[in-house]
């Protein structure tokens, strides 16, 4: 079956604490991967794209990394404004999404 | 300015009875899909659409259906036999080229009563 598994599935950490979200899926036939951030209330916005193997991007305090099972979301000296439900999603023929990490900065 | 439009934001229903929801997209993009979201979980994959008058179930479609007459709408009805409709619904549009990502609409809260 395939499956998109994120953890942890909530992550509280002090302001500056870095620390990484990681994404593991089981789909045959990868046509990209992505990563958004969701806040309450609100639809996904949609930060990254990796299509393949290798791939990074980056974006202010958070990059995106990919290998062939497995996706991480590092987040480097994170603020307060970070705070939101962290979302995965894999496309082969549809696009199917992991549960989300929940991530809280404290100030 | 291109997007996606979901209405309304809020919406109220009797057990039993049918509503419609309504996504549009001004993106151009072929792709569309709907999904629910239950408080703290993901987003669960009701129906998408790659392309005008045809749709294919995703994992939880039972209670759910939709048309696509054209490609700027695909709107979601939740039927009566739903069995648990209050939700958070999401409409999404995306190219269907490899590696091109879905933009969402920001969403429909459905309750029951």
């Known amino acids: 079956e395939d499956q998109v598994t994120q953890s942890p599935e909530a992550l509280r950490l002090q302001e500056g604490e870095s620390s990484s979200l990681n994404c593991s899926y089981t789909?045959?036939?990868?046509?990209?991967l992505f990563w958004y951030r969701q806040d309450p209330g609100k639809g996904p916005e949609f930060l990254f794209t990796?299509?393949?193997a290798g791939e990074e991007k980056e974006k202010e305090r958070l990059k995106a990394t990919l290998t062939k099972k497995e996706s991480f979301l590092h987040i480097t000296a994170p603020k307060p404004e970070d705070s939101a439900t962290y979302l995965c999603a894999v496309r082969y023929d549809k696009i199917i999404f992991g549960k989300g990490t929940r991530l809280h900065i404290l100030p | 300015d291109g997007g996606i439009t979901q209405s309304p934001k809020y919406l109220f229903r009797k057990e039993g009875q049918n509503v419609t929801l309504s996504c549009e997209q001004n993106l151009n993009h072929d792709a569309m899909y709907w999904y629910r979201q239950d408080p703290g979980q993901g987003l669960r994959l009701i129906y998408y659409s790659q392309i005008v008058n045809d749709f294919q179930k995703g994992d939880i479609a039972e209670g759910y259906s939709v048309s696509r007459e054209k490609k700027e709408s695909f709107p979601l009805t939740v039927t009566s036999a739903q069995k648990n409709p209050t939700a958070f619904y999401l409409c999404a549009s995306s190219m269907i080229r490899e590696g091109t990502e879905a933009f969402f609409g920001q969403g429909t809260r459905l309750t029951v009563v």
């Open positions: 789909v045959s036939g990868l046509r990209g």
């Open positions: 990796l299509y393949s």
